[in-house]
């Protein structure tokens, strides 16, 4: 899926993940999940398509921002999910500034969740790195927190927050917002 993204072949990319919700409904789910941030680049075009209902793991970052009473958030994530318009468009909607690293933070950020963490690879170093550019960014751009836009990064980055930013864990929120609607 992530070669169908990188090549913008997105129209593959919503078809495959339509059949997939398609096969869960007639299987007798109530609603559907994206378990990762990247594939949210064709929510919307799968959310018009759906027979179930879908949680979003972008929507469930972004209430959980607005509890939080954060108006300016840094995204760290795939170099997919930092450029693309998914999470700024949800969070602008709330008044929210999504604030992403410049290119070359992007692409370290990027190329060592693709090589390492992805692949189980958690060194001192990377982490070292990570926490100087969400310090960085609260420099540069006085953010309020920071999004771990990619599934595996709660994993390198675990204190739960950084010099007072706090890290909103998408895999975390997601899931508390899933047992919600299963537990209501």
Known sequence: MLDL??????????????????????AGADFAVLASNTPHIVFEELRARSALPLISIVEATCAEAETLALKRVGLF???????GRFYRDVFSRAGIQLVVPNEAE?????????????????????????LEIVDQLRERHRIGGIILGGTELPLILRA??????????TTRIHVKRIIAELLP
């Open 5 to 26: 993204i990188a090549a913008n072949e997105f129209a593959e990319v919503t078809d495959y993940l339509a059949g997939a919700i398609q096969r869960l409904a007639r």
């Open 77 to 83: 994530g795939t170099r997919f999910t930092m450029q």
């Open 106 to 130: 992007q692409d370290y950020i990027h190329n060592h969740y693709m090589d390492e963490l992805v692949n189980g690879i958690f060194l001192p170093e990377t982490k070292a790195r990570l």
């Open 160 to 169: 739960g927050e950084h010099n007072g930013i706090p890290f909103l864990d």
